[in-house]
């Protein structure tokens, strides 16, 4: 690559000098990329003049499962470790800690977020809904009773979060058909490989029928012992 | 009663969870999710190092950051680490920030040595070594059976080939690790664990106290997949830190932590023959294998084995056999249990010759499976699985399929031990009429709790709501781990001991000669003054050992993207007698779905040049995700007069081989590596270069010639490190 003097210990690079990138922009692309960054970045100091977080702890306000609460802290904190840490609402999971795998899934405003990419301070003046703010009174959702009598959970640890994604949909599109079901849940990850059963109970909630694939067939071998080889 | 009855109410029918409300609102409190008063937040320092010795750790710094309050280290005096991500010490203090905060100013003082991450490099003859007074490649181990020579000899047909299979992270979704609160006179650990008691005899050993001052919870547990059986080096530290602190401390993993050290399934590589009659009767097999189990194979686990040795010829009985198997070691973490452990490698490579030989004599994949398969009820399930499946109109020639996107279909056979081993369970009939059923087992995901309802309902004659069921304590009658698909066919019949013995109890108390059904209450209403405590245990002829089942998969190969999509997995799965319906169903879903994983998506990748794991992330780390689901259509087969079998684990094992088979199928030429990614469908098919070189093929070949040369111990039979 004739860029790789670009280099200043001589190393050869791999991939696309700094140079070779501006090149290939455009001198005109650059210059006006360079005035929106000066403007963004004088907005942004106008913004933070006005208020500045951290980074110690400051004082926020969130509004949970239609509950106002008082918080100190830090900026940097997620939403998810805001609630497992310091609230009791240990319902919304920590699985990746990196939006991947929907297990800490809740709603702002109604809309489904990941709460490990959300950070405390940003869901002030939002309505942040939890598992635990689904069911009122401790009578099941219609979603939460599918999910029960369709087993669309194994161990748990990924079920408030799929409870979520599935009751955010139907409220959406109440007779969704499998293919939206799916595309609904596709943020979201399962280890136990639950998947077929989630989509009946989300199915389930909105009414549709689902036929089961899994038969039952007697066998009589006419003995009671374990084989000998298997 | 002394058999399971004839008719019944609630075995073998479908019901819900009892737990599944407090799953789905959130309210099932974790190990995670548990919040003692005080409690503290815990972390692991790990090496970031593959390969190093340790000459200092100063943790001053670390002690004196706000907010911390315990600071300890894994291991005392200079040490060597072995792979990226080994515990070198710990930290708790009063938020997670603070704690990540400190963790940096941990001074680990260092000297980094010479490593190896890659499976290959290890077995050259001058590659650093993983122990200074050890070798890379061990000793190897040997069966023999027969004439091999002989055999093949006499084969009309032989087949030969090799394969490869990668090592698989478990990756349950909660993380590892453990609540402790540390008192002078108790140490209470919440733990995800898959065995209260082994973790309650891990931290006891560990910490040098009576096992009775070791209390164990878990209530629930978000997956484990055989990696959570003993406390781990993160249970030991976390009760240290507990203890230097004076509070609890709740030290979960990262998810990064789960690709480093807290087990795998191991690599394998395999050159395998198979000969054959003209009529398909299995005449000569020989294997030479090894596999890498990481640094050292069980690791800090009471999971035990887990090397990379696997169960071969697999399910087939071949009356010449030959089969050579080594393990070799890497700077990486170490494997452990995994579900099934060697069963699905094995399931790959010995199915693969199956249809190989069977096209090679031109009979029919699953006619030569049923000629051969030494096991009845298997012979069955292939019978009742090609009809189902629609075999004989979807079978054609390899390669035959025409157009872009390619058909095939496979099929692949399994086995598994199961069973039941000693359990004990205690019954509480209470005056009021309601009944408590105590035992120290866990429920893994599996519906435990409820088998125990569900059991207990059955026999006394009760719905199951008016069942309370405790499980998940130490303080209640002892379990084993669920590991070995063991765990319903050894609380079953314990369960179903006890509440037996308590019915009769409460008969003779209260003279009714029968106190099930409308006597219920009046009998309950003579227990007097303390409820009725029935111990029970379990016992031979209420569970029963070996499930066998085959699975058939049909998949679209397209040739030009070299994607491989699932239409449809048919499951067979030989089930003893059936507890609940719904669950059993939901575990076969999982294994298939798990499988589908192990076929086409996952492996851990290491970094030649730096040693580490390079796709520690959901990103890079592929798992089945909703979209890559096919129809599953499941059969159970109910045998009842067997008793509890236990079926996690089998309907895991053939799943792989079956999509493997159906890839080939499609498109004539075979995959014989795993995962089946894209860029080995293109490789296969010639449109890209070759995935290895002529140099890695070299390198392969010398590391079979080394395994050839090792010296060996004869063995009867492999141990496939069933737990």
């Given at each position: 690559m004739s860029e790789s003097s670009d280099a200043p210990d001589g190393h050869e690079k791999g991939g696309l000098s700094r140079r070779t990138f501006l090149k290939a922009l455009g001198t005109t692309a650059v210059a006006s990329a360079a005035a929106q960054a000066t403007s963004i970045a004088q907005e942004l100091q106008k913004h933070n003049d006005e208020r500045v977080y951290g980074p110690g702890p400051a004082p926020i306000s969130l509004k949970i499962n239609g509950a106002t609460k008082k918080f100190e802290v830090e900026p940097r904190v997620t939403l998810l470790d805001l609630l497992r840490n310091r609230t009791d609402l240990t319902g919304t999971k920590e699985v990746c800690d990196r939006a991947t795998c929907g297990a800490c899934t809740v709603w702002l405003d109604g809309t489904p977020v990941y709460s490990c990419m959300t950070l405390a301070i940003e869901a002030q003046r939002r309505e942040i809904t939890t598992i635990?703010?689904?069911?009122?009174?401790?009578e099941l959702t219609a979603v939460q009773k599918a999910f029960v009598n369709c087993d669309g959970l194994q161990c748990g640890f990924c079920t408030p979060g799929f409870v979520m994604s599935v009751t955010a949909l139907l409220k959406e599109k109440p007779k969704p058909t499998e293919e939206e079901v799916r595309k609904a849940c596709s943020g979201n990850l399962c280890r136990c490989g639950t998947y077929p059963r989630v989509f009946a109970a989300a199915l389930e909630a909105a009414g549709v029928k689902t036929a089961s694939k899994v038969e039952v067939i007697r066998i009589d071998r006419g003995t009671k012992a374990p084989p000998t080889y298997v | 009663m002394s058999e399971w009855p004839k008719e019944t109410k609630y075995l073998g029918k479908s019901a819900p969870r009892i737990d599944g409300p407090a799953k789905v609102t959130g309210a099932a409190k974790y190990a995670y999710d548990v919040q003692p008063s005080g409690w503290l937040w815990g972390a692991i320092l790990r090496s970031k190092w593959a390969a190093a010795k340790i000459t200092s750790i100063n943790l001053d710094k670390a002690r004196a950051a706000?907010?911390?309050k315990a600071a300890v280290l894994a291991r005392e005096g200079e040490r060597q680490v072995r792979y990226y991500g080994e515990e070198l010490a710990a930290i708790a203090g009063t938020s997670k920030e603070a704690v990540q905060d400190a963790l940096r100013l941990i001074e680990v003082q260092a000297t980094p040595v010479p490593f190896v991450v890659k499976e290959m490099d290890a077995t050259k003859p001058d590659a650093p070594k993983i122990?200074?007074?050890?070798?890379?490649?061990g000793e190897a181990q040997v069966r023999e059976n027969g004439n091999v020579a002989e055999g093949f000899a006499n084969s009309a047909a032989i087949v030969e080939n090799s394969f490869e299979t990668q090592v698989q992270l478990h990756h349950s979704l909660e993380t590892h690790g453990n609540m402790v609160a540390f008192t002078p006179e108790e140490i209470t650990v919440w733990a995800s664990t898959q065995g209260v008691f082994s973790v309650r005899d891990g931290i006891a050993d560990n910490m040098q106290v009576p096992q009775s001052k070791v209390r164990v919870i878990c209530d629930y547990m978000g997956g484990g997949f055989g990696s959570k059986l003993g406390p781990g080096v993160e249970g030991a530290l976390a009760t240290r830190l507990s203890q230097a602190a004076g509070a609890p401390v709740k030290l979960m993993l990262t998810r990064l932590d789960e690709s480093l050290a807290v087990g795998n399934r191991p690599s394998t590589f395999q050159k395998v023959k198979l000969g054959a009659s003209a009529d398909g009767t299995l005449l000569a097999y020989e294997l030479e294998s090894f596999g890498c189990p990481g640094f050292a194979a069980g690791g800090a686990t009471a999971a035990g084995g887990s090397g990379a040795t696997f169960p071969a010829p697999y399910i087939y009985k071949i009356p010449n056999t030959r089969v050579k198997q080594a393990s070799v070691a890497v700077n990486a973490g170490s494997s452990r249990a995994f579900r099934a452990p060697g069963h699905p490698t094995a399931s790959f490579s010995m199915e693969a010759m199956m249809d190989d030989l069977a096209v090679k004599l031109g009979i029919d994949p699953v006619e030569l499976r049923i000629k051969n398969d030494p096991f009845d009820v298997r012979r069955k399930e292939y019978e009742i699985g090609r009809e189902k499946f629609g075999w004989k109109e979807k079978y054609k020639k390899p390669g035959s399929s025409a157009g872009v996107v390619k058909v095939g279909v496979g099929c692949g056979g399994a086995t598994w031990g199961g069973g039941g081993r000693g359990t004990q369970a205690e019954v509480q009939i209470n005056r009021d009429g309601n009944v408590e059923v105590r035992c120290g087992t866990q429920d893994i995901g599996t519906g435990a709790r409820t088998v125990v309802a569900l059991v207990a309902a059955e026999v006394l004659g009760l719905t199951p709501d008016k069942i309370t069921v405790r499980i998940g304590d130490t303080r209640f009658p002892p379990s084993g781990g669920s590991g070995g698909s063991t765990t319903t066919a050894s609380i079953s019949p314990a369960v179903f001991d006890a509440c037996t013995n308590a019915l009769t109890e409460l008969q003779k108390v209260s003279g009714l000669p029968d106190a099930r059904g409308a006597n219920w209450a009046a009998a309950c209403k003579k227990i007097g003054m303390n409820p009725l405590v029935v111990a029970g245990k379990w016992r031979e002829g209420l569970s029963s050992t070996g499930a066998g089942g085959v699975q058939f998969a049909e998949v679209e190969v397209d040739t030009e993207t070299g994607f491989v999509t699932i239409r449809k997995i048919v499951a067979i799965q030989d089930c003893g007698l059936i507890v609940n319906k719904l669950t059993c169903e939901s575990q076969i879903n999982g294994g298939v779905i798990q499988g589908i994983g192990y076929a086409l998506y996952e492996g851990r990748v290491m970094d030649?040049?730096?040693?580490?794991?390079?796709?520690?992330?959901f990103e890079t780390y592929k798992l089945p995700n909703g979209a890559d689901v096919p129809p599953i259509e499941i059969v159970l087969l109910d045998m009842p007069e067997r008793g509890v079998i236990g079926v996690g684990e089998p309907c895991h094992i053939p799943t792989a081989a079956a999509i493997a088979n159906a890839v080939a199928n499609a498109l004539g030429?075979?995959?014989?590596?795993?995962?089946?990614t894209p860029d080995k469908v293109l490789a296969a098919l010639g449109k890209i270069p070759a995935t290895k070189t002529a140099a890695d093929l070299q390198l392969l070949n010398n590391a079979f010639a080394l395994v050839r040369s090792l010296p060996a111990t004869t063995v009867e039979e492999f141990d496939p490190a069933i737990v």
């Open positions: 635990e703010g689904l069911s009122k009174g401790g | 706000p907010g911390i122990f200074e007074d050890g070798q890379n490649v030649r040049a730096t040693g580490v794991v390079l796709n520690p992330n030429v075979r995959i014989t590596s795993l995962p089946i």
